[in-house]
């Protein structure tokens, strides 16, 4: 990768092993740069691997409202055996909205596979994906098998025809019109307020995120507040992704789950507010092992780094069809 636009990278702890170790030394942001990619640009960010000469390449995908920072601390935790980038998606983070104005998970997807074959060529990639980044990963592994070896999806939001009580009001924020009304009144709360509010609801513990992240959330959410295409980058995105809910062909988000052949790492959180964990009994991906995180909710990765490390690296070698809970 050339220059960082966030200037030198950043110095970073040697990999922790535990959460107790992340408290401790909690890793800064990694290192970003801007992508050139025909679709417009994306921001990424890159861990540089312990020994690059046996890292192998891995591609994390945050979810709707997220951004690559989103895998600051399990990038921390698998230096030593990945090569990883985690971009952010089209109009969040530090990437600028898609040129072509989609923002639909295929076709979020279809510029990830550009970036990985800007960066890695024809080598096949461990793709991450959590939540609204769980439909794009699904996405990527179906369209293009030939660039994914593995596929690990942290509670991904996959159709179900009956939301989660605390998560009912997403499809009246997508709703033309009133959801948009909904959303510039929203977001001229408080940023405070806003940011403690997507963490009360993604975590299952929220008193356990350490003060320098909901410093970081905070501060994030106010420099979001100057872009002019916020609003946009969260209805449209969310609207692409409810479409894919409704969808009855042979594109639909089940339907392509039968036909990925990567090895494939379903992790869900207990009390999960967002994605209901009775998705983790669905069987639809042919070679899967499922892992049910009792004290975790919508961000595993966030909640648990050291768990989804763990589970990740038991699926290598891979055994199908297994099932644990942690």
Same mark, same amino acid.
């Given at each position: +990768?050339?220059?960082?636009?966030?200037?030198?990278?950043?110095?970073?702890?040697?990999?922790?092993?535990?959460?107790?170790?992340?408290?401790?030394?909690?890793?800064?942001?990694?290192?970003? !740069?801007?992508?050139?990619?025909?679709?417009?640009?994306?921001? &990424?960010?890159?861990? $540089?691997?312990?020994?690059?000469?046996?890292?192998?390449?891995?591609?994390?995908?945050?979810? #709707?409202?997220?951004?690559?920072?989103?895998?600051?601390?399990? +990038?921390?935790?698998?230096?030593?055996?990945?090569?990883? &980038?985690?971009?952010?998606?089209?109009?969040?983070?530090?990437?600028?909205?898609?040129?072509?104005?989609?923002?639909?998970?295929?076709?979020?997807?279809?510029?990830?596979?550009?970036?990985? &074959?800007?960066?890695?060529?024809?080598?096949?990639?461990?793709?991450?994906?959590?939540? +609204?980044?769980?439909?794009?990963?699904?996405?990527?592994?179906?369209?293009?098998?030939?660039?994914?070896?593995?596929?690990?999806?942290?509670?991904?939001?996959?159709?179900?025809?009956?939301?989660?009580?605390?998560?009912?009001?997403?499809?009246?924020?997508?709703?033309?019109?009133?959801?948009?009304?909904? +959303?510039?009144?929203?977001?001229? !709360?408080?940023?405070?307020?806003?940011?403690?509010?997507?963490?009360?609801?993604?975590?299952?513990?929220?008193?356990?995120?350490?003060?320098?992240?909901?410093? $970081?959330?905070?501060?994030?959410?106010?420099?979001?507040?100057?872009?002019?295409?916020?609003?946009?980058?969260?209805?449209?995105?969310?609207?692409?992704?409810?479409?894919?809910?409704?969808?009855?062909?042979?594109?639909?988000?089940?339907?392509?789950? !039968?036909?990925?052949?990567?090895?494939? #790492?379903?992790?869900?959180?207990?009390?999960?507010?967002?994605?209901?964990?009775?998705?983790?009994?669905?069987?639809?991906?042919?070679?899967?092992?499922?892992?049910?995180?009792?004290?975790?909710?919508?961000?595993?990765?966030?909640?648990?780094?050291?768990?989804?490390?763990?589970?990740?690296?038991?699926?290598?070698?891979?055994?199908?069809?297994?099932?644990?809970?942690?």
């Amino acid at each position: +990768m050339n220059g960082y636009a966030a200037g030198q990278p950043a110095e970073h702890p040697q990999v922790p092993v535990t959460r107790e170790d992340l408290r401790r030394a909690l890793p800064p942001d990694w290192p970003r !740069e801007d992508v050139s990619i025909p679709n417009g640009t994306l921001s &990424v960010r890159w861990a $540089e691997p312990v020994d690059p000469a046996v890292a192998e390449p891995a591609l994390l995908i945050h979810g #709707l409202g997220g951004q690559s920072t989103n895998w600051t601390d399990l +990038m921390a935790l698998m230096r030593d055996r990945l090569d990883a &980038v985690a971009p952010d998606l089209p109009g969040f983070g530090w990437s600028p909205p898609p040129r072509d104005g989609d923002w639909t998970p295929a076709r979020s997807a279809g510029s990830l596979a550009d970036l990985i &074959v800007a960066r890695w060529g024809t080598r096949k990639v461990h793709v991450f994906g959590n939540s +609204m980044g769980g439909a794009v990963a699904l996405q990527l592994a179906a369209s293009r098998p030939e660039l994914v070896r593995t596929l690990t999806l942290v509670s991904p939001a996959l159709p179900r025809r009956v939301p989660q009580r605390t998560s009912i009001h997403l499809p009246v924020v997508a709703t033309p019109g009133i959801g948009t009304k909904l +959303m510039a009144k929203y977001l001229n !709360e408080d940023p405070s307020r806003r940011a403690r509010a997507t963490i009360n609801l993604c975590f299952a513990d929220p008193d356990s995120v350490p003060p320098q992240r909901v410093l $970081e959330a905070e501060a994030e959410v106010r420099r979001r507040d100057t872009l002019p295409y916020v609003l946009d980058a969260f209805t449209q995105s969310l609207r692409g992704l409810l479409a894919t809910y409704l969808d009855t062909s042979a594109q639909r988000p089940w339907k392509l789950a !039968e036909r990925i052949v990567a090895p494939t #790492l379903l992790i869900y959180g207990r009390k999960d507010k967002l994605v209901d964990p009775i998705a983790a009994h669905n069987n639809a991906f042919p070679d899967r092992r499922v892992v049910l995180l009792m004290n975790c909710g919508h961000v595993a990765q966030l909640e648990s780094p050291e768990l989804v490390s763990q589970a990740w690296r038991s699926m290598l070698p891979h055994r199908p069809a297994q099932a644990s809970t942690v």
